[in-house]
C-alpha cells in the first residue's frame, strides 16, 4: 500500500517553463489536494478536488492549473513558471474529511 | 476571516520534559481544530483534530490538545517528552464549512535534547 505517491521529488526549471507534478493515490479517496509550503509559514492550498472530473480554487491558484482525470491521480501543471513559484508543493488525499493523506513533497526551484 | 497564531516558531526542551506548542485562533464561529506534525523530509501526519464534544482530544503518540473557547486557543501538550518528538507542528482551523478550507498556522519547530 504505497499511500500518496508524489513525482518528480526534486526539479529545477527555467523561468517560462512548464512541468507537471503528478500525485497519484491508491486508497480510492475521493477528495484530492495540492499544497505549497513556503519557509515561515503554513501550507497554502492551490486547487483541490471532490472527485474524478471535478477540481475547485484554493487560496493560490493564480499560475496553476489541475485536472482530475481519475479518481485515483491528480496533476498540478505550471504552465509558465516564476521565481515566485519555487517552492516544496504537497499531494494530500482523504475521504470526505480533512486532508489525511500526505505526500513526501516535490521541492521545485525556478531559476 | 480566520486566522492561526502559533506562538514561538521554535521550542526546545529537554527528553522527559514537557512539551507545550502554543496555538491561538481567531474564527467568528465555532472552529474545527487540527494538529499536524511534519518529520523531516516527509509530508504531514494528523495528529489529532476536535470538531466538537469532549475538549480534551488525545491523539497519536502520547500528543493531547486541549479546546478552550474562552481564551480562543488549542496548545499542544505532551507531558515526556521523546528525542523521536523533534519535527514542525502545524496547527490548522475551518470553521466546518469545508475541510478544504484549513488555514495552517506557521508552525512551530520542536527541539529535543538530551
Known amino acids: 500500500n504505497a499511500g500518496v505517491t508524489q513525482t518528480p521529488k526534486f526539479r529545477v526549471l527555467k523561468t517560462g517553463q512548464s512541468m507537471t507534478l503528478l500525485c497519484a493515490q491508491d486508497m480510492n479517496h475521493e477528495y484530492m489536494y495540492w499544497y505549497r509550503q513556503d519557509p515561515g509559514m503554513g501550507l497554502r492550498l492551490i486547487h483541490y478536488?471532490?472527485?474524478?472530473?471535478?477540481?475547485a480554487k484554493g487560496e493560490v491558484p493564480d499560475g496553476y492549473n489541475v485536472s482530475r482525470l481519475k479518481k485515483q491521480n491528480f496533476l498540478l501543471g505550471l504552465e509558465s513558471a516564476a521565481p515566485s513559484q519555487t517552492s516544496v508543493y504537497f499531494c494530500?488525499?482523504?475521504?470526505?474529511?480533512?486532508?489525511?493523506?500526505f505526500g513526501d513533497g516535490t521541492r521545485l526551484s525556478i531559476l | 476571516a480566520q486566522s492561526v497564531t502559533q506562538l514561538g516558531s521554535h521550542v526546545s526542551v529537554s527528553e522527559g520534559a514537557l512539551v507545550l506548542l502554543r496555538c491561538n485562533y481567531s474564527?467568528?464561529?465555532?472552529?474545527?481544530l487540527f494538529w499536524y506534525v511534519q518529520y523531516p523530509n516527509q509530508g504531514l501526519q494528523l495528529l489529532l483534530k476536535y470538531t466538537t464534544g469532549a475538549t480534551l482530544v488525545k491523539g497519536i503518540n502520547g500528543f493531547e490538545a486541549e479546546f478552550k473557547k474562552s481564551e480562543t486557543s488549542f496548545h499542544l501538550t505532551k507531558p515526556s517528552a521523546h528525542m523521536s518528538d523533534a519535527a514542525e507542528y502545524f496547527c490548522a482551523v475551518t470553521q466546518g464549512d469545508g475541510y478544504n478550507k484549513l488555514i495552517f498556522g506557521a508552525g512551530t519547530r520542536l527541539a529535543v535534547h538530551p
Open positions: 478536488s471532490v472527485g474524478e472530473g471535478t477540481t
Open positions: 474564527s467568528s464561529v465555532p472552529p474545527y
Open positions: 494530500a488525499s482523504s475521504y470526505t474529511s480533512e486532508p489525511q493523506h
